[in-house]
């Protein structure tokens, strides 16, 4: 276990490293809802075009276990920290990439495919950060409070959703809706960059 101090500062680092990962997840999710049915699977009936962009969330999650198994297997051979860091620079930059992804009506098939495989780059990522800022979190903090200092890996995902909503909503609220359409779907994802 290490010092008071660098308890906290681990535990503070694994709930921002959390809470802007889970950012980047999230607004994913919210753009799913929202604006990629059209965008990316246009369709006759508007609830196919639901289902498909709601499928490709759900992508995210079947690259997660292994994301877990390699990047915690890397994490325990090479460092934890260069893990979470390349975890941040491995999902900034996926998201950053939706931001800038040609949709169906530009390309054809060609965007969804782009769009499912930055999804999964996304899982992938988002698992490795995770595991490796728990068991961070875990192997610092004094035996008789672990439970509580690893907690805060879970408060970030949390405030990371929060911070999605508080973000892409208001936006989608605020721009009238073809501009929304258009391209202001398109900076929640590029404020990726400055999380990167």
Avoid: K, N
Avoid at 71 to 96: K, N, P, Q, S, Y
Avoid at 147 to 176: E, R
Wanted: proline residues 6%; contains cysteine; aromatic residues 12%.
């Amino acid at each position: 276990p290490g010092e008071p101090g660098q308890i906290r500062r681990v535990a503070a680092s694994g709930w921002l490293g959390s809470a802007l990962e889970y950012y980047d997840f999230f607004i994913y999710a919210t753009a799913a809802a929202l604006i990629f049915p059209a965008l990316f699977f246009p369709s006759e009936d508007p609830a196919t075009a639901i289902v498909a962009a709601l499928a490709t969330y759900g992508v995210g999650y079947l690259a997660r276990p292994l994301g877990a198994v390699v990047l915690g297997h890397i994490g325990d051979t090479h460092g934890r920290r260069e893990v979470l860091l390349l975890c941040l620079w491995v999902m900034g930059l996926a998201t950053f990439a939706v931001g800038l992804l040609p949709t169906h009506g530009q390309v054809g098939l060609l965007a969804p495919v782009l769009l499912v495989l930055l999804r999964l780059i996304q899982g992938f990522a988002v698992a490795g950060e995770l595991s490796g800022a728990s068991a961070m979190i875990l192997e610092h903090a004094p035996v008789q409070r672990r439970g509580y200092f690893t907690s805060f890996t879970l408060q970030g995902v949390q405030a990371g959703q929060v911070l999605a909503a508080a973000v892409f909503l208001p936006l989608a609220y605020a721009m009238p809706a073809e501009a929304f359409a258009r391209g202001g779907w398109r900076l929640p994802f590029l404020l990726s960059l400055l999380v990167v």
